[in-house]
């Protein structure tokens, strides 16, 4: 007779929760936490973008779409992906998900078999090792600590094996920040076509970088289109994270198999999200810019505390967060996040649910307030302080 357990799934069960939204989960019934911990922006959705969907609704625009998404949504996106010198049509080699993450999941499907293996650079999202597991491939995590937190195309040429099906990278990075340098993603770019594989690119935050850098894709390679799979969306850089708009490019083979997914277990993108973020790509962008600045300077004062407090963390280039060193502490990552909380009532990350180097480190999310940010600064030097006291 089955046990209780017999009757769920195995794979399953070995997947532990997220362990950012455990501590998002803390933070449920304290008004007095100031949270770094959950990466979604502290502004609104531009106005533009709220009342093109207001205008759908009221109209009743709210059917399905082609599970493709909207056409006039894929044409902007396809403009939007020339100014980054890549071409995809987007009647084919443009999907719409909901939100980037379901098109982690839908992309890792159509691409793994079992006994595949897939390179990830780590620290990484923390979605990533996961379903890449409930696909029944061999995770091979590539650590970046010792290498300024981005993987080289040194690294990756080392853990190539006849079973790598692909590497997944994202620039700018989450947990870190750091921005792979262009010299670096021309070389991965020749070591992927060498090996016939995968380069998963997670662009997610690819709007958010700060001193005059500018983004760039692994996909703007010459050659790289037909190896390059283009994961991005609209929740950090338009402020439209529970919106659950997303999109994959990819070569149209690929993406012919993806759409058959997404067509099974979501079917389509919520239509006004849909066309909200399209007005986005068309007259959101001095909003974004307003939002990037601001996150600069938050930057920039959270570097400049951390380092300060003698928790070295360096500059992030993208993204909004930060990956401070608290090995100085004596404290586990975990440790030092729990106390945090439990005795100054400010939220962080523990590094070591990151994967590969992320332990001994600390994910600091400056998509908040200035006024937070100072407050939540001032707490954690307390604790530092009361921590090297007692050492």
């Given amino acids: 007779m089955n046990t209780r357990e017999d009757r769920l799934s195995k794979s399953m069960m070995d997947i532990p929760p997220s362990g950012i939204r455990k501590f998002f989960e803390m933070l449920i019934g304290h008004d007095d936490v100031i949270s770094l911990s959950v990466g979604e922006p502290d502004f609104p959705t531009p106005w533009c973008i ?48 909901v939100g980037a993450s379901e098109g982690v999941d839908a992309v890792l499907r159509a691409i793994l078999n079992e006994g595949d293996e897939i390179i990830v ?8 090792v996961p379903l890449a597991e409930l696909c029944h491939v061999k995770v091979i995590p ?31 990075n989450n947990p870190t920040g750091t921005m792979i340098p262009p010299s670096e993603l021309e070389k991965i770019a020749e070591v ?26 692994i996909g703007s ?14 929740s950090k850089s338009f402020a439209m994270t529970g919106w659950r708009i997303g999109y994959i490019a990819a070569p149209s083979e690929l993406l012919a198999q993806i759409v058959k997914l997404h067509g099974y277990n979501t079917i389509c ?50 993204a909004f967060y930060m990956f401070p060193d608290i090995t100085s502490t004596g404290l586990s990552s975990e440790e030092f996040a ?45 604790f530092v302080q009361e921590l090297r006291v007692q050492k």
């Avoid at 010792?146 to 040194?154: L, M």
């Avoid at 016939?196 to 997670?202: G, N, R």
């Avoid at 390679?221 to 609209?234: C, E, H, R, S, V």
Wanted: aromatic share 12%.
């Fill in 338 to 382: 729990t106390m945090l909380f439990q005795k100054y009532n400010v939220a962080v990350v523990p590094g070591s649910v990151f994967g590969a180097g992320g332990e001994g480190h600390i994910r600091c999310c400056y998509a908040t307030s200035v006024e937070k940010i100072k407050i939540a600064l001032e707490r954690i030097e307390q």
């Fill in 50 to 97: 709220r009342e093109e969907a207001f205008y759908h609704i009221e109209k009743g625009h709210t059917s399905y779409t082609s599970n493709w998404g909207l056409i006039e949504l894929r044409e902007e996106i396809s403009k939007y992906m020339a100014s980054y010198n890549m071409s995809y049509n987007p009647q084919n080699e443009v999907l719409i998900t």
């Fill in 192 to 217: 992927v076509k060498k090996h016939q594989i995968w380069c998963i690119s997670d662009e997610i935050y690819c709007e958010l970088a700060y001193d005059g850098e500018k983004h760039v894709s």
């Fill in 269 to 318: 993108a919520p239509i006004f999200s849909q066309y909200a973020a399209c007005e986005g790509l068309k007259n959101g962008w001095e909003e974004v810019e307003k939002m990037r600045v601001s996150y600069q300077q938050r930057r920039n004062l959270m570097v400049k505390a951390f380092n300060e407090m003698g928790l070295p963390v360096p500059e992030p280039k993208g």
């Fill in 221 to 234: 390679f010459p050659g790289m289109k037909d190896y390059t799979i283009i994961l991005n969306g609209f």
């Fill in 142 to 172: 590539l650590d970046t600590s010792e290498n300024g937190f981005y993987p080289t195309a040194e690294q990756i040429e080392k853990l190539c094996t006849p079973k790598t099906k692909a590497v997944m990278i994202c620039s700018p």
């Fill in 121 to 128: 650079s780590q620290p990484c999202y923390v979605n990533y």
